[in-house]
């Protein structure tokens, strides 16, 4: 079964730190881009951050650029985002996505998604 | 603000068509970035509904279509049922940003 597991959330006061990890199982993870994409309570998706397939290259967003890192390791199967400096407004569910690549038209989807893991920044 | 505008909410009875839209930019969808749409049921994941405009995943029944026209797209829905009621996402690329983009999602309720 293709899979997409995310852990690693919690509660964390701002300023402080947080690694989140997505298990990838059911499908060859070393061929694929992966992506963080994260939606606040009660609002929508934001895309946050994009990794190639050797972590080679990475792509932010401008809310998250300098603090959050995205990384992979390939032979774990596992894809991580490392956020740092973490603000009341980070606060939201962290999902990690699959990316998918449409050559017809030369435009990517994120065509499988794990649960999501909550992480809260408050006092 | 979201980059991607989307209605926050639309509404049907069962068996009705309603329509979702989606209105980008020259950046975005008028640049000729395809758009993807997709499905979060109450307290779930978001789920790939349509990928590039029109085109359905495996699995998702044909009473959903999409369409798009200059710096718009739209998803419609037939023959309305109680279990499609949801949040929908339409998505694309932008190149101004140099990143994913989202609309700000529709709440469908079914009357």
């Known amino acids: 079964e293709v899979q997409l597991v995310e852990s690693g959330g919690g509660l964390v006061q701002p300023g402080g730190s947080l690694r989140l990890s997505c298990a990838a199982s059911?499908?060859?993870?070393?061929?694929?881009?992966m992506h963080w994409v994260r939606q606040a309570p009660g609002k929508g998706l934001v895309w946050v951050s994009r990794?190639?397939?050797?972590?080679?290259?990475?792509a932010y967003a401008d809310s998250v650029k300098g603090r959050f890192t995205i990384s992979r390791d390939n032979a774990k199967n596992t894809l991580y985002l490392q956020m740092n400096s973490l603000r009341v407004e980070d606060t939201a569910v962290y999902y990690c996505?699959?990316?998918?690549?449409?050559?017809?038209?030369?435009?990517?989807?994120?065509?499988?998604w794990g649960r999501g893991a909550m992480v809260a920044v408050s006092t | 603000q979201s980059v991607l505008t989307q209605p926050p909410s639309v509404s049907g009875a069962p068996g009705q068509r309603v329509t979702i839209s989606c209105t980008g930019s020259?950046?975005?969808?008028?640049?000729?970035?395809?758009v993807h749409w997709y499905q979060q049921l109450p307290g779930t994941a978001p789920k790939l509904l349509m990928y590039?405009?029109?085109n359905r995943p495996s699995g998702v029944p044909d009473r959903f279509s999409g369409s798009k026209s200059g710096t718009s797209a739209s998803l419609a829905i037939t023959g309305l049922q109680a279990e499609d009621e949801a949040d929908y996402y339409c998505?694309?690329?932008?190149?101004?940003?140099?990143?994913?983009?989202f609309g700000g999602g529709t709440e469908l309720t079914v009357l």
């Open positions: 996505a699959r990316e998918r690549y449409y050559y017809s038209s030369g435009s990517d989807a994120f065509d499988i």
């Open positions: 059911g499908f060859t993870f070393r061929g694929d881009w």
């Open positions: 990794v190639n397939v050797d972590g080679g290259i990475k």
């Open positions: 020259r950046s975005n969808i008028g640049a000729g970035y395809d």
């Open positions: 590039t405009t029109s």
């Open positions: 998505q694309s690329y932008d190149n101004s940003l140099s990143g994913w983009v």
